[in-house]
């Protein structure tokens, strides 16, 4: 065990693993967050008891030249994706090199890079609506273009690179250099405090020599370039820290050791890459020392925004298959989509894949326009989205029965229709994971919408505080509320003509800005009950998260309707039905949620997971066999040094 000079972090190179405290782990995440609010935001609004729809509507629009851009690449995109068998892709679990090269062709691969440097600089809109419809041929082929321009290369070479780097790497990646990111290791995931990977300056200051592993890296098997995350220590001349670099993948001492297979994303290129003596370019760099995790944070700030479109595209493929067998498939003498229990699945897949939409277009619209903060509503989006679209695929398979359990395959070989139903149950179930798992999203979220009670609370929030800092602090929290607290107790939802230019939407608005207000007294007395220990309520805070995203989803659902009747009076009457039966579902799931924070089995179930783990109920797992046993440790030890594996990298072009 050895003891680094730059905190009280421990490591040990036999298993490659980093040890830090609970304290570390939160400074790190703490110091990458953006704490400024120069701009303004609809979702943190929401938690505050702020339900500005100015900020969001109207929505805003791209301009014509832009839309046409936009419009005239998807119209070339359909017809190269036309000739694309999704079957290929799920038989063979490989996205075939052709396909590729005719996305690059048509430049997909450059979709959000600006045109000075050799990309299509489409909206984020247009690009939102290009991976729905590259989704909706194979999730994969949208997981292979998101990885690249969402979070590998493109995205913070655009956002914090030199001018230099841009002209270096963005013509490559628009022409079809593959790239990927390179975050998580074998027994580090949403705690980077524990990052292992190092990259040490050499002698001259002219390089670093980068050695670590990495798993999980999304593309990693075909990149060409990477985005790789490691910890630079402290030394002279630099502060070091988390530090982010691009990295040629044919670099002498990259090995991808390994391609990992997965329930479902067939065709997926995700693998073990390692990192030994790997020198990489001083110039290679990208921003300073140690804003790595800030710089990961940003790019997701937008990057984020790709799954919503795919759940969204999701959501319209299960309405489409629902619809069709629904009204041809006929059981006790009725259409079963005529049958009361299939007739609300339906409903709720029509309904939420409108707010799917909404939710989407809205955001995407919030990040072309730049004018406001929207990292917590690309964070809603993809944490709402993900979990939306994994319940439609369910209610997917329950609707089209043994069929729905089948595969296409299978259908196809008996004559039937070949309908992937299982596999989107597959696919989507990821979304819950990627980017950010549904947990770590609450948590992320929830410091967010708190950040004020914190910063009024100061030292009250503070376990660590002294008697006397929580005193003083005490009487500065009450200055805050004194003036905050007054303003939720009546506002627009009160008023029953409120919002009348949304005509029979207007009631679903002011429930919204009723709940809002709600929302941060419930929030306030959750801060007032558990001060400092509110950070481990997190099933609490979980739940003002999800009500926000759906107080979200219903702004969101209510000004595109309102959009689409501006835009085609006779499509707007369909939207205002579509939003107007999502805003009653999900006022439903509001209410529930409501109650559950302070009625509830949290204290009873966090006793009960303490017994689990110190083993008191290991009886009740007495009748069973676990085919698992003696395969191997919970987590593989990956000790730095050269690669002793035959690597797996192929190029696709």
Excluded at 498 to 521: I, M, T
């Amino acid at each position: 065990m050895t003891s680094t000079t730059e905190d009280s972090r421990t490591e040990t190179r036999d298993g490659h693993h980093v040890e830090a405290t609970e304290r570390e782990a939160r400074a790190v995440a703490e110091a990458a967050r953006e704490t400024g609010w120069e701009r303004p935001s609809f979702a943190k609004g929401l938690y505050l008891g702020d339900f500005d729809i100015d900020l969001i509507h109207p929505q805003p629009r791209a301009n014509a030249e832009d839309e046409a851009r936009g419009e005239e690449f998807l119209e070339r995109l359909r017809i190269v994706l036309k000739g694309m068998d999704a079957a290929v892709i799920e038989r063979e679990d490989r996205i075939p090199d052709d396909y590729v090269a005719a996305l690059a062709e048509v430049g997909a691969f450059g979709m959000k890079i600006p045109r000075e440097y050799g990309g299509l600089g489409l909206t984020m809109s247009s690009y939102g609506k290009a991976l729905m419809l590259v989704g909706s041929v194979h999730a994969s082929l949208g997981a292979l273009l998101s990885a690249h321009q969402s979070i590998g290369v493109p995205e913070p070479v655009k956002l914090v690179g030199t001018e230099e780097q841009k002209r270096e790497f963005l013509p490559r990646c628009a022409a079809g250099a593959i790239s990927a990111f390179l975050l998580t290791e074998p027994d580090v995931g949403s705690d980077p405090a524990r990052m292992a990977t190092t990259a040490t300056p050499t002698p001259d200051g002219s390089a670093y020599l980068l050695d670590g592993v990495k798993l999980w890296t999304t593309n990693g098997v075909v990149a060409e370039l990477l985005v790789v995350m490691a910890r630079v220590p402290a030394h002279e001349g630099g502060r070091g820290g988390i530090t982010a670099f691009v990295v040629e993948s044919s670099t002498t001492g990259i090995t991808v050791e390994r391609r990992n297979s997965f329930m479902g994303l067939k065709g997926l290129e995700n693998g073990l890459t390692r990192l030994d003596q790997v020198r990489v370019p001083a110039e290679n760099r990208l921003g300073r020392e140690g804003e790595g995790l800030k710089i990961a944070l940003t790019t997701l700030n937008a990057g984020r925004l790709s799954i919503p479109a795919m759940c969204a595209a999701a959501g319209k493929w299960s309405l489409k298959i629902a619809r069709e067998w629904s009204a041809t498939r006929v059981q006790w003498g009725r259409p079963v989509g005529e049958h009361a229990a299939v007739a609300q699945k339906i409903a709720f897949i029509a309904a939420t894949t409108f707010a799917l939409e909404a939710m989407t277009e809205l955001a995407t619209r919030l990040a072309d326009a730049g004018s406001k903060d929207i990292r917590i509503e690309a964070a809603l989006a993809k944490l709402w989205s993900s979990e939306m679209a994994w319940r439609i695929a369910d209610e997917l398979v329950q609707i089209r029965g043994g069929r729905g359990y089948e595969t296409a395959a299978s259908l196809a070989a008996r004559g039937e229709r070949a309908v992937p139903v299982e596999q989107l149950l597959r696919d989507m179930r990821i979304n819950r994971v990627f980017e950010g798992s549904t947990e770590i999203m609450h948590l992320l979220i929830a410091r967010e919408a708190v950040d004020a009670h914190l910063k009024a609370a100061g030292a009250l929030a503070d376990q660590d505080a002294s008697l006397e800092d929580k005193a003083r602090a005490a009487a500065g929290a009450s200055g805050f509320y004194a003036k905050w607290l007054p303003r939720l107790v009546a506002g627009r939802g009160d008023v029953p003509t409120a919002y009348a230019e949304f005509g029979s939407l207007a009631h679903h608005l002011r429930f919204v800005e009723r709940s809002s207000r709600k929302l941060a007294r419930q929030t306030f007395y959750g801060m007032s009950r558990w001060q400092a220990r509110l950070e481990y309520r997190q099933v609490f805070l979980g739940r003002v998260v999800d009500i926000g995203a759906e107080l979200f989803a219903m702004a969101a659902s209510c000004t595109r309707a309102e959009l689409l009747r501006q835009d085609d009076p006779a499509r707007g009457q369909a939207a205002f039905q579509l939003a107007d039966a999502f805003c009653d579902q999900s006022r439903l799931r509001v209410e529930a949620l409501f109650d559950a924070l302070w009625s509830n089995t949290d204290d009873v179930d966090t006793r009960l997971a303490k017994g689990v783990l110190a083993g008191d109920y290991a009886w009740l797992e007495d009748g069973i066999l676990d085919p698992s046993e003696g395969t191997g440790p919970w987590i593989a030890p990956w000790p730095s040094g050269p690669s002793e594996a035959r690597s797996v990298w192929r190029s696709m072009r």
